[in-house]
């Protein structure tokens, strides 16, 4: 099975930095698209941001210069870069891969989420 695991989280003081690293392994037969999305308590789910296989990118406007996406194709790996964090930003973090299993199936695949907590 494919099989998303992250790292990188973690308690840091508003104005710190942290980086996300999310690993994709398994039956992958390409990857189309891999995002960062983040959920607060009694918030809805958010897309952080993305990037896609040509290496496109996008990102929510509250991350927006603050962030970075970015790809490591051969590793099959993912990073958030996360500067001047905000409390605003204290979510769990969630890693997405838009994958094909073979050549015509696409699936979604998740990580286990990361706590992120950004202190005033």
């Known amino acids: 099975q494919v099989q998303l695991v992250e790292s990188g989280g973690g308690l840091v003081q508003a104005g710190g930095s942290l980086r996300l690293s999310c690993a994709v392994s398994?039956?992958?037969?390409?990857?189309?698209?891999m995002g960062w999305y983040r959920q607060a308590p009694g918030k809805q789910r958010e897309l952080v941001a993305s990037?896609?296989?040509?290496?496109?990118?996008n990102y929510a406007d509250s991350v927006k210069g603050r962030f970075t996406i970015s790809r490591n194709n051969a590793r099959n790996t993912v990073y958030l870069q996360m500067n001047s964090l905000k409390p605003e930003d204290t979510a769990v973090y969630y890693c997405n891969a838009q994958h094909y299993v073979d050549s015509y199936t696409l699936n979604d695949s998740w990580g286990q989420g990361t706590q992120v907590t950004v202190s005033s």
């Open positions: 990037i896609t296989a040509g290496g496109s990118t």
């Open positions: 398994g039956n992958i037969f390409s990857i189309n698209a």
